[in-house]
């Protein structure tokens, strides 16, 4: 299967046009204890046009419930995993990072079952990793969660049977993000005296846009498994492969020197 070249155009957003003098504002919301490592300083920014409100589905308007501080890497891996998470619509999804790349993506009937799919992915890399939820999760997923050590929950809510079981381990720090699809406008990489600026890679590919190839036309349930292998691996660092069936994944490869 490919891309359709007529369909892919139709899907791809006009480009657009950067200025001769680009100008960022930010205001501190909070000193971090540390950075990436412990002998390095950071600080979290929100972005000043944003910063008294938060467009809804970014991760920076979250409010956490209960936890210890976030550091520099929670940030950073919340943000991967709420990004990912968000972009399965309305289908109760799960994804659990560890390292800044997923380890376990998995759909379900519920959050319960949507965590219990993700995590048989790789047990052992999500252990001490970040887990978010495009649901409320309830009081059934939250004591399924509670069993394993994790650093960061996002979702759009909780239970109250939820929190009650999250009370228990105070020092996991629970995040209430508002759910939309909305993405960030650009993606900025830092490089030695200057930055690269480029449009978010806001592109999911549609069952309209596949063109089969091959003698065997894949089945319905092929085609779902193969539009959800594209989604995730989107978030999993150059060059990615992603095994997966019945709508969780088997296997995440991220790139290799």
């Known amino acids: 299967l490919e891309p359709g070249a007529e369909a892919a155009v139709q899907e791809v957003p006009q480009r657009i046009e950067f200025p001769s003098v680009f100008t960022l504002q930010l205001h501190k919301a909070q000193d971090l204890r540390y950075g990436e490592n412990p002998h390095q300083s950071a600080a979290f920014y929100r972005d000043a046009a944003t910063a008294a409100r938060v467009p809804a589905g970014l991760l ?87 069993k394993q050590f994790v650093e960061v929950l996002v979702a759009p809510g909780y239970s109250a049977e939820a929190l009650a079981v999250f009370s228990a381990k105070q020092n996991v720090r629970v995040l209430e993000v508002s759910l939309s699809r909305q993405v960030q406008a650009l993606d900025f990489k830092r490089v030695g005296g200057g930055a690269l600026l480029q449009s978010t890679d806001a592109m999911n590919v549609s069952r309209d846009a596949l063109r089969v190839v091959s003698r065997r036309a894949p089945s319905p349930a092929e085609l779902d498994d193969l539009l959800f292998a594209w989604k995730v691996a989107k978030f999993v660092k150059s060059n990615a492969i992603v095994f997966c069936a019945g709508g969780m994944t088997l296997g995440v490869g991220a790139g290799q020197m």
Not at 93 to 118: D, T
């Open 60 to 146: 920076a308007g979250w409010t956490q419930l209960q936890g210890k501080e976030l550091s520099y890497n929670n940030i950073a891996d919340a943000d991967a995993a709420w990004e990912c998470v968000k972009s399965f619509g309305d289908s109760p999804a799960c994804v659990i990072v560890k390292h800044a790349n997923p380890c376990g993506v998995a759909l379900g009937m519920s959050a319960g079952a949507a965590y219990a799919k993700a995590l048989k992915t790789d047990p052992t890399s999500a252990f001490g990793g970040i887990i978010a939820f495009n649901t409320v999760v309830d009081g059934a997923a939250a004591e399924a969660v509670a």
